[in-house]
């Protein structure tokens, strides 16, 4: 097993991949499962060694040889091995076939009850690959349900089964496992929406195959490593002054919603920006100055007042707290009315559904809601797929889109960057509007807008799980707002 890699594959990619590795490197296809449940048996060995006892659940498919692999080493390493067949061995084909017969002349198979889970100390789930494409259904759905309400670790192999292994949906019901050993070439949907309560840990293996089995297939999107913050951050220079750094407007917090404003400025602050203004309410600024003395709050009645504010500012984050009153729709169309580029959070988005613009020089960060108002959908379809939604929006729109979520995606129309860190604690009131500051502080320090995007995206859940370490219920956006100078010091 190996680190990570950065490039994120769909099933079909991954299918040409084993293609390649077979018919243009001559690797036998059962040579790549006999490594693949080897390598996913020496991991289980690793990491639960106190196992004596496995329950083994094999579908129809190679997802399946793979564990008849895993229950023969068992087997033969002295373990109890209870194999539930979920297919005649006889309906398999090839690979998965022989990997069978090899298992089943040295363990009786069991057909699976709930007793089963009584008598195991792990459970290998070997059901469904890769193409999973509908619901989970009859005696695998009752299995997993089953599985998922025992307290026996589970295993994945390949994949959780049940969970859609492009999008990262559950389709029906899905396996929730402690670890998912995956082979080949990682697959997108492992790192994004339902998937985080699914796949556990990770772990990685490329079965030896050739560097060149990989030429020419162009991920369609990629995870952000823990190394994404140290290039694009880098130590300043002993000369440095504030206005070298940018300067950040703040536009929003209508009447009761000045939190959000201050929480977004001090977190364009906390990035680094040399500069950061808020636009609010005029009765918001004695509070804001006095919580937050270094920020510049002025008072914003008159739509027609933004403009001077606008001109001094080499970055507008817009949003946080604007309302959905007839105030915040005059300020966001002042806001967006010059030639200042543009984070768009919250309110700002939903004003932008109803008047739909198209501009390169803006980064949005739609939560699945947002995003369904952006796309004319609703959030069950923007679950569905977020890959597809989240380059739908940045299509339709430009610029730079952020979905927001577990498995954050940032992207813009073309490729797609994957966060795969931050954890449930962020579930809570400010979290976008520091995650918008975030953004828009290394914006205005100059990084490109997909740059500061992915970057503030890391930043932001970098923060959030340095924070958590007290624990994750309870955690405050005020509290990722005080680890992030840590984070963005590289």
Request: proline share 6%; glycine share 14%.
């Amino acid at each position: 097993m190996s680190e990570l890699p950065q490039a994120l594959y769909t099933p079909e990619q991954v299918r040409e991949l084993d293609r390649r590795a077979i018919e243009d490197h001559a690797i036998p296809g059962g040579v790549l499962m006999a490594r693949a449940g080897r390598a996913a048996w020496r991991l289980i060995r690793q990491r639960f060694p106190d196992a004596r006892r496995l329950l083994v659940l094999c579908g129809g498919g190679n997802n399946g040889g793979d564990g008849y692999v895993i229950a023969r080493h068992a087997a033969e390493a002295g373990l109890a091995v209870t194999l539930c067949p979920f297919a005649e061995s006889s309906a398999l084909g090839g690979d998965a076939r022989r990997a069978a017969d090899q298992a089943l002349a040295a363990i009786s198979s069991t057909p699976f009850t709930s007793q089963c889970l009584a008598e195991t100390d792990l459970v290998v789930d070997a059901l469904l690959g890769t193409g999973l494409d509908r619901p989970v259904s009859g005696p695998m759905a009752d299995a997993i349900e089953a599985v998922n309400a025992s307290p026996c670790p589970v295993v994945a192999v390949d994949v959780p089964s049940g969970l859609n292994a492009r999008t990262g949906q559950v389709m029906g019901v899905a396996i929730g496992a402690a670890l998912t050993p995956t082979f080949i070439g990682l697959k997108q949907g492992l790192f994004t929406g339902q998937a985080a309560d699914c796949v556990g840990e990770v772990v990685f293996d490329d079965l030896h195959v050739p560097a060149a089995v990989y030429d020419g297939i162009q991920p369609p999107a990629q995870r952000l490593g823990p190394t994404a913050l140290a290039g694009a951050l880098p130590r300043r220079p002993r000369t440095a002054h504030k206005g070298a750094f940018g300067h950040v407007l703040v536009i929003g917090g209508d009447h009761g919603m000045g939190g959000a404003v201050r929480i977004a400025a001090e977190a364009a602050a906390r990035s680094g920006a040399g500069l950061t203004s808020v636009a609010t309410r005029a009765g918001h600024v004695p509070a804001l100055i006095g919580a937050r003395p270094e920020l510049m709050v002025h008072g914003l009645e008159q739509p027609g007042d933004l403009s001077l504010l606008r001109s001094r500012a080499d970055v507008l984050a817009v949003g946080p707290g604007l309302g959905q009153a007839e105030w915040g729709r005059a300020v966001f169309e002042a806001a967006r009315d010059g030639d200042r580029p543009l984070v768009v959070d919250a309110d700002g988005l939903n004003w932008l559904a109803r008047a739909p613009e198209r501009r390169d020089d803006w980064v949005l960060t739609p939560h699945p809601g947002e995003a369904a108002r952006l796309l004319d959908t609703d959030v069950a379809a923007i679950n569905r797929d977020r890959f597809a939604a989240v380059r739908a929006i940045a299509d339709q729109y430009g610029g730079v889109a952020v979905l927001k979520g577990a498995g954050t995606l940032i992207s813009n129309g073309r490729g797609c960057d994957v966060c795969t860190e931050g954890n449930p604690g962020m579930a809570s009131g400010g979290m976008g509007d520091a995650l918008t500051g975030v953004i828009a502080g290394l914006l205005a320090q100059g990084l490109t807008p997909a740059a500061a995007a992915s970057r503030g995206v890391v930043a932001h859940a970098r923060a959030a799980d340095r924070a958590a370490l007290d624990g994750e219920r309870g955690l405050l956006a005020g509290d990722v707002l005080e680890a992030l100078r840590g984070v963005v010091n590289p």
